[in-house]
């Protein structure tokens, strides 16, 4: 399935059915008198986050959704037949802007969570409405109200409790393969990973997300690489997990390029709780790692951990470090007679 997280969409309401003039002809009744019924009420659209979807790529194919409008009223004092609703299903996690791209409209953040993009326009009255007792006949009847145009777009921000972060090869795709059943693209070259992915990760009788998006390269913000583009889809983690390469000539230029671009990225995306590991330990020898590990803790100002995705090494430590990051109403306790955790030796 193709990954697709921005799209722009035209909407449109129902128009409200037209009031009906009629009047009342039967045999033996004299003044019958006015039996126009009211004009059926357009239909809403409607935006509701869909529970296993995490792609917009259906609205690629489809960008119009016109609701439709109601019946006219008849006589004999019928109304019209409402007009059906158009309920646009989006995955959880998506914004919905509008049309300047700024302006947000709803944010869908849990799943079921339903919202109104437009609604339909009411019908009019028919000239029984309109009966009193100085107009006994009135030949007067309302339109419908129009619907509502509208060009929106969607923008969907993965929800994943963990955001990983790091260079090009860094190890972020083979860490998620490694703690969960995800099968990223995992190649010797950079920008392998292309579009963000997600796993489940297990650990101690609990559950997370993680989600692993396309490497950062210094000037990324500028547009270089792949831009910033996919770091919406770790602003709502709960904490980063930072991956440096540790077989790089300078791992602490690496992590200060990603630091970086976090700045210049802004949302408040660097100040969130951050858990850094040196990964690809398994390629270093003792001198190299504790050399490389010593100075990576004195740029960080703060506790490094060391790692390898390949080997398995140190990836317990990670995992208890990120899971004591999350709070307990994010975290999914598992069944007992689940899988055991894909890490566990």
Known sequence: MKFLDLCKVYIRSGGGGAGCIAFRREKH????????????????????????LNTLIDFRY???????????????????????????RVPVGTEILDEDEETVIAD?????????????????????????ATNRAPRRANPGLEGVDRTLWLRLKLIADVGLLGLPNAGKSTFLAATSNARPKIADYPFTTLVPNLGVVGVDGVEFVVADIPGLIAGASEGKGLGDLFLGHVERSAVLLHL?????DDPVADYRAIIGELDAYGGGLALKPRVTAMNKIDALDEDQQREKHAALEQASGGPVL????????????VLRTLRGQIDDDRLRQKKPDEEPDKWAP
Do not use: C, Y
Request: net charge negative.
């Open 306 to 317: 060391l790692m390898s995705g390949v080997s398995h090494q140190g990836l317990t430590e």
């Open 244 to 248: 440096v390469d540790g077989t790089s």
């Open 108 to 132: 869908l953040t849990e799943v079921g969570q339903r919202v109104l993009l437009a609604k339909g326009g009411n019908g009019g009255f028919g000239n029984l409405h309109f009966k009193t």
């Open 29 to 52: 009744i004299e003044f019958g008198g006015p039996s126009g019924g009211d004009g059926g009420r357009g239909g809403d659209v409607w935006a509701v986050a869909q529970d296993g």
């Open 62 to 88: 489809q960008q119009h959704f016109f609701a439709k409008s109601g019946q006219a009223g008849m006589g004999s004092q019928r109304t019209g037949k409402d007009g059906d609703e158009i309920i646009l």
